[in-house]
């Protein structure tokens, strides 16, 4: 089907260069050439043969169009977007070549925006820049922008956890928090991106070191509502739920129920789970 709708596109430039009696230039036989392999489905030599044609002739209309509906076909879309816009120059009259050039444009400007978000993140600007890439999957509408966005967040999840465990080392505990949760969340987001049923296991460290980080400052509830928030998408996560029953059990007095009930969903071992439940018992005389 995409096929049949490229040679839509291209086949009406291409067919509607008139022949010329004589001697051809050698920017239409390469023109031409292109229309062959492009029927043949060879799009790799129809791009060679339309570059040759362009650098023949820099001001050829119909090849910078053909030229963008190829590259756009091998998913070139940097490429496609600076044919368009090239073409866009030389009939400024075409309306369609315009809104094509312009959405290009739009798409190379998400692209880079998820690039700038995957920086910020490497400069220790977590929560921006994963807000900026946040943005750019919940907001946008092109395919393409969305996958960029994406994997700018998963490359950024290990950075986020070693900034993290830096900060650790350094004895910033209330910075480790905010960092280590901006990556939970992360995880959370790129799962449900992926329409995942459970969240992915690269949170599963960071779950283990937040909880860590909030007892070493002394503050073991602080992740409280984080725990709660996975839960409440993943309620079968069983690391979420061993970390929630343990800020359940630091709480004075200790909640033995609440934290039972968490740590049986959690797969805790029978004899811990009924050790929590006499606990419970033996508090509520």
């Not at 009939?91 to 925006?113: I, M």
């Not at 928090?177 to 459970?198: C, D, F, P, V, W």
Request: aromatic share 4%; proline share 5%; glycine share 6%.
């Amino acid at each position: 089907m995409r096929t049949a709708i490229a040679r839509a596109l291209i086949l009406p430039v291409l067919l509607a260069i008139p022949l010329v009696s004589g001697c051809q230039s050698e920017a239409k036989k390469h023109l031409y050439t292109a229309e062959d392999l492009f029927e043949k489905r060879d799009f790799d030599g129809a791009k060679r043969e339309l570059d040759l044609s362009i650098k023949d002739d820099p001001t050829s209309l119909d090849a910078h169009k053909s030229l963008a509906t190829v590259d756009h076909l091998l998913g070139d879309e940097e490429g496609a977007g600076k044919e368009y816009q090239k073409a866009s120059e030389l009939d400024p009259t075409d309306q369609k070549l315009l809104e094509k050039a312009r959405f290009y444009k739009q798409l190379q400007d998400l692209a880079n925006s998820s690039g700038q978000a995957l920086d910020k993140i490497k400069a220790g600007q977590v929560e921006e820049g994963v807000a900026q890439l946040k943005e750019i999957m919940v907001t946008s509408r092109i395919a393409t922008a969305q996958e960029k966005a994406m994997s700018a967040l998963s490359d950024a999840i290990p950075i986020i956890e070693k900034l993290g465990d830096q900060q650790m080392a350094d004895k910033k505990y209330p910075d480790a928090i905010n960092t280590y949760e901006q990556g939970i969340r992360a995880a959370m987001l790129l799962s449900r991106a992926h329409k995942m049923e459970t969240l992915g296991p690269e949170a599963d460290p960071m779950m283990h070191k937040i909880t860590e980080a909030a007892k070493t400052a002394g503050t073991p509830d602080a992740t409280f509502k984080l725990f709660n928030d996975v839960i409440g998408v993943y309620p079968d996560d069983k690391v979420a739920n061993m970390e929630l029953a343990a800020v359940y059990l630091s709480k004075t007095p200790p909640d033995y129920d609440t934290a039972a009930d968490l740590e049986e969903r959690g797969g805790a071992p029978d004899d811990q789970v009924r050790k929590l439940r006499d606990m419970a018992k033996k508090h509520r005389k």
